[in-house]
């Protein structure tokens, strides 16, 4: 397989509602999306960054300089005979994971598509159906939380995530535990906290969470190695866990019990692939984190759900959460046992709506070894 150029569009698109975490409230999204050509046939992908730099040191606009100034010229025109090896192409530019991811996982799905084979499959999936969760944004107070959690679990859903943030916390996470005592809970601080907030922390014990997710700084395992040993609560790795190595690290120091892999924050399909792998082999339950992801995202997230090893629902829920109308059909749909079917089509197995992701494009490039050519410019 050679990928021969790349289509990048940026788009613009509106949730439905407010998303609030600690690192701020996000409704418009710019959702860049990656289409590969490569020899034998095309892929498409999602760039998972934020608007900002808040959640990761990446954005949907350095990730696009990083994918035409450096990446496109490393992949391009290359013979290869798998996608793993895209990655291997990449590995001396330092960071960037998001745009890597992009490239690679565009790449994953031209190649399953030209075997004819769901993406699922060309990963090792085992799974034909996988467990969906939400994740609820910071609410502005407690009864509209209580009322969201209800909606959720009506609709299905088989575990709730609640976003925290220093004066959001216990007493709201109390409030949802008091009013459901049975449900799969669990707490996202998006590191929000300090080593010193150990104390406060540890009142969270009282709730029988199945994790708290990332209390502290993004690039602190060893913090977190500290604070796991003062709590009863498992501790989930997400904003830490850059690939591999990190997971290697985290694992031997103790700093988590649980791992949130989401494929743009640790380069794409491959890394996801190891990362599943070491966990599996050390016991570490992962599950499939999102980043408020269009369709085409959701659709790579819900093929690698699929590998063994992710055993806990993840923060993969429909389309209808999040958008009025979603690019690609059928829309992501939660059945109301809280699962998704996975689908069998070739790729990501979704039909990718080309018109309606025209209209939302406010600019686009094509990128090729020969010269980027940029048709329309940004509005
Ligand atoms: O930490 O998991 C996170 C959204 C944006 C950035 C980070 C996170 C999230 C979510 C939402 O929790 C997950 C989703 O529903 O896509
Ligand atoms: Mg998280």
Request: aromatic share 6%.
């Amino acid at each position: 397989m050679r990928i021969e150029s790349i289509t990048a569009r940026e788009l613009k698109m509106r949730l439905k509602a407010p998303f609030e975490t600690s690192f701020g409230v996000t409704q418009d999204r710019r959702v860049v999306l990656l289409e590969v050509h490569t020899d034998v046939g095309t892929g498409w992908s999602e760039v998972t960054a934020m608007e900002g730099p808040y959640y990761n040191a990446e954005t949907i606009h350095t990730a696009w300089i990083m994918g035409r100034e450096f990446l496109s010229g490393l992949v391009l025109d290359v013979d290869v005979s798998s996608p793993e090896e895209i990655s291997k192409l990449m590995e001396n530019v330092r960071g960037q994971e998001m745009a890597k991811a992009a490239i690679e996982c565009a790449a994953w799905d031209a190649f399953a598509r030209s075997e004819g084979k769901s993406l699922s499959h060309a990963l090792g999936g085992t799974r034909d159906v996988i467990a969906s969760g939400v994740s609820l944004g910071i609410q502005s107070d407690t009864g509209r939380l209580l009322d969201a959690v209800e909606k959720e679990l009506a609709d299905g859903y088989r575990r709730v995530k609640l976003k925290i943030k220093p004066g959001k916390d216990v007493a709201v996470v109390a409030a949802v535990r008091k009013s459901f005592p049975d449900i799969d809970l669990t707490v996202d601080a998006n590191s929000a906290y300090r080593l010193e907030d150990a104390d406060l922390l540890k009142q969270l014990d009282d709730f029988g969470l199945s994790y708290i997710e990332q209390p502290l700084p993004w690039n602190e395992i060893y913090q977190h190695s500290l604070l796991q040993p003062q709590l009863k609560t498992a501790i989930c790795l997400d904003e830490c866990i850059h690939g591999v190595r990190d997971a290697e690290a985290a694992i031997a120091l103790g700093a988590c019990r649980v791992i949130n892999i989401k494929l743009g924050r640790v380069g794409g399909h491959s890394a996801a692939k190891k990362i599943q792998a070491l966990c599996m082999a050390k016991d570490i339950p992962v599950w499939c984190g999102g980043m408020l992801e269009s369709g085409i995202g959701r659709a790579h997230n819900i093929a690698m759900s699929t590998l063994p090893g992710f055993v806990f629902p993840g923060d993969v829920s429909a389309s209808q959460r999040y958008w009025v109308e979603d690019i690609i059909d059928p829309e992501v749909n939660v059945t109301p046992q809280g699962t998704i079917h996975v689908p069998t089509d070739p790729g990501i197995g979704y039909r990718i709506k080309v018109d309606e992701i025209e209209r939302r494009t406010v600019r686009r490039e094509e990128w090729t070894n020969r010269v980027s050519i940029p048709v329309g410019a940004a509005q």
